[in-house]
């Protein structure tokens, strides 16, 4: 008789406790185990090739890097392995960078144990995990063709682009953001200009006020 299919996760989320609680979660099924874990994305990249997941599980914020690049970086090496984001971050701003970057799905760290439990299974099995609210928004877009002005807008930028923008758009100011993002101010204040070229502003001013903008109207978005 042969033994049962035992799925292999890894794991990568900065904060320790976080991550030993997700941890222990996936062990407790028995079709589940975790072969690894790391906390930034050098020490993951490492450790993939060794350990072989079937599934990465991945925090957006971790302490050197994006996670979307680490999700994009999984995905060239190691392409035929699904990747779900795991985060704090809201899923109606996040969710949809995570998908073009590759990721497989998005949970939210606020859904219960079960969910997540079940966002795994679903990705494992080659499908798409989304919350029953983020799929009805990516519906509604779908249906409807067109995003409003500033989620078309906002395309333009980069993964890193856009996290400085919405930082941004939260009163976030240069010095604070560099210190959230482990940058200089020098390098923010750089994207900042890369960001007012791309969006055709003209001043700091309409810079901070488009962001306001944009980052309102997506939260009110349904």
Known sequence: MSAPLVYKIFVVDDHAIVREGLIKLIDQEPDLTVCGAAVDAPDALKQLSEVQPDLAVVDITLASTSGLDLVKGMKLRYPGMPVL???MHDETIYAERALRAGAAGYIMKSE???????GIRKTLLGKVYLS????????YKAIHKQDNECQDTIRSLSDREFQVFQL???????RQIAKQLN???????????????????????????????CVHSRHEAP
């Open 85 to 87: 984001v795991f985060s």
């Open 112 to 118: 219960a144990p079960e969910v997540v439990i079940s």
């Open 132 to 139: 029953e609210r983020m799929t009805e928004r990516l519906l």
């Open 168 to 174: 941004i758009g939260k009163g976030v100011a240069s």
């Open 183 to 213: 940058l200089s101010v020098k390098t923010i204040d750089a994207f900042r200009e890369n960001i007012k070229h791309k969006l055709g502003l003209k001043s700091a001013s309409e810079l901070v006020q488009y962001a306001i903008e």
